[in-house]
């Protein structure tokens, strides 16, 4: 199966909005590495923090789906949370997709015996083929069966339990008719991304209906949502002083060293920190089809044109791709 580029870069912003290129990061503060399917999984969390120590303090691993194949233990479905797979220094947390509550109730068991302290339900998800079962942002529309789903599940594990969600499916209502189910339920964090589902990652992040929401929320508040750069990271600080927690997911893959430089860890050469995460990649095994994943995003901070953009995604070998980004990342 060829590889498809999938182009989602960030929307150009005109804002009047100054804020200063310095350190509003505190130590209260937390860096949470998003879950990009296909991309974020153990090979690439392991060899981001050998190449960014101390710049992501946790990572909410992509989802592991209850529809896809039998939910009983087996290395194949659950190689990405396995112990021994995850070196990494930062927290790791599982997430899992669907609307069965007792495939929630398993992954759950399974990820607390493998000695996991939280799960993450994701019902933030906007991709159609995953709304149209009624999972991901699907489930948002009926907040009811989110409850009795969160009344099952609550009901019956023994670890931390948090959810993924948007504004809404197609109307900010359904966040409205969430936000007491929520607050009446053990419920450890709450991600929010400032969009609506059926907006996918097209308009703007809708930050004034993010601080209505938080400030009703009585649970912790994850923000994500377009941190592109320092300044944007500054911008919502700012905006959001309250707010400790902070997931960053195409930003992050855009540029490799946003979170460090987020957090002040500066480094001379960003070119060759990223030719460093492309190395480190190839030595864990990473297969070309993945590793044209990654540069389909690593490619927005390097401003090639598209010659040779489609040079680079036309090579057949895992050799032929690393010799020329080798011969041309300086360019």
């Given at each position: 199966?060829?590889?498809?580029?999938?182009?989602?870069?960030?929307?150009?912003?005109?804002?009047?909005?100054?804020?200063?290129?310095?350190?509003?990061?505190?130590?209260?503060?937390?860096?949470?590495?998003?879950?990009?399917?296909?991309?974020?999984?153990?090979?690439?969390?392991?060899?981001?923090?050998?190449?960014?120590?101390?710049?992501?303090?946790?990572?909410?691993?992509?989802f592991?789906?209850?529809t896809?194949?039998?939910?009983?233990?087996?290395?194949?479905?659950y190689s990405?949370?396995?112990?021994?797979?995850?070196?990494?220094?930062?927290?790791?947390?599982?997430?899992?997709?669907?609307n069965?509550?007792?495939?929630?109730?398993?992954?759950?068991?399974?990820?607390?015996?493998?000695?996991?302290?939280?799960?993450?339900?994701?019902?933030?998800?906007?991709?159609?083929?995953?709304?149209?079962?009624?999972?991901g942002?699907?489930l948002?529309?009926?907040?009811?069966?989110?409850?009795?789903?969160?009344?099952?599940?609550?009901?019956?594990?023994?670890?931390?339990?948090?959810?993924?969600?948007?504004?809404?499916?197609?109307?900010?209502?359904?966040?409205?008719?969430?936000?007491?189910?929520?607050?009446?339920?053990?419920?450890?964090?709450?991600?929010?991304?400032?969009?609506?589902?059926?907006?996918?990652?097209?308009?703007?992040?809708?930050?004034?209906?993010?601080?209505?929401?938080?400030?009703?929320?009585?649970?912790?508040?994850?923000?994500?949502?377009?941190?592109?750069?320092?300044?944007?990271?500054?911008?919502l600080?700012?905006?959001?002083?309250?707010?400790?927690?902070?997931?960053?997911?195409?930003?992050?893959?855009?540029?490799?060293?946003?979170?460090?430089?987020?957090?002040?860890?500066?480094?001379?050469?960003?070119?060759?920190?990223?030719?460093?995460?492309?190395?480190?990649?190839?030595?864990?095994?990473?297969?070309?089809?993945?590793?044209?994943?990654?540069?389909?995003?690593?490619?927005?901070?390097?401003?090639?044109?598209?010659?040779?953009?489609?040079?680079?995604?036309?090579?057949?070998?895992?050799?032929?791709?690393?010799?020329?980004?080798?011969?041309?990342?300086?360019?």
């Amino acid at each position: 199966m060829g590889f498809e580029i999938n182009f989602l870069g960030p929307k150009v912003k005109v804002e009047n909005t100054f804020v200063l290129n310095t350190k509003l990061w505190t130590a209260d503060d937390k860096l949470i590495m998003a879950p990009m399917h296909a991309i974020t999984n153990y090979v690439f969390r392991n060899s981001f923090d050998k190449v960014f120590p101390e710049a992501i303090d946790k990572a909410i691993t992509p989802f592991i789906s209850l529809t896809h194949g039998n939910l009983t233990f087996n290395k194949r479905k659950y190689s990405d949370i396995l112990i021994e797979n995850n070196t990494s220094s930062f927290d790791i947390i599982p997430q899992v997709l669907g609307n069965d509550p007792k495939g929630i109730i398993d992954l759950c068991e399974i990820s607390s015996q493998l000695g996991y302290r939280e799960v993450n339900w994701n019902i933030g998800c906007p991709q159609d083929r995953i709304m149209n079962k009624d999972r991901g942002a699907g489930l948002l529309r009926d907040t009811d069966r989110i409850e009795k789903i969160l009344s099952e599940v609550l009901d019956n594990i023994d670890i931390n339990f948090s959810i993924k969600i948007r504004l809404g499916k197609s109307s900010k209502e359904d966040i409205s008719r969430l936000i007491p189910i929520i607050n009446q339920y053990p419920i450890s964090n709450v991600i929010i991304h400032p969009r609506l589902a059926i907006d996918k990652y097209e308009k703007e992040v809708d930050l004034d209906s993010f601080e209505e929401s938080a400030k009703l929320i009585n649970k912790r508040i994850i923000y994500n949502g377009d941190i592109f750069s320092k300044e944007d990271f500054n911008k919502l600080k700012l905006r959001f002083p309250n707010i400790n927690d902070w997931m960053i997911g195409r930003g992050l893959l855009f540029n490799p060293c946003l979170a460090s430089e987020i957090k002040s860890i500066n480094y001379i050469d960003k070119k060759e920190r990223l030719l460093a995460l492309h190395s480190e990649l190839i030595r864990e095994g990473v297969s070309l089809n993945k590793l044209k994943g990654c540069w389909s995003y690593f490619l927005f901070g390097l401003n090639w044109q598209e010659d040779k953009t489609k040079i680079l995604f036309n090579c057949k070998t895992i050799e032929d791709f690393d010799k020329f980004v080798g011969d041309n990342i300086y360019d």
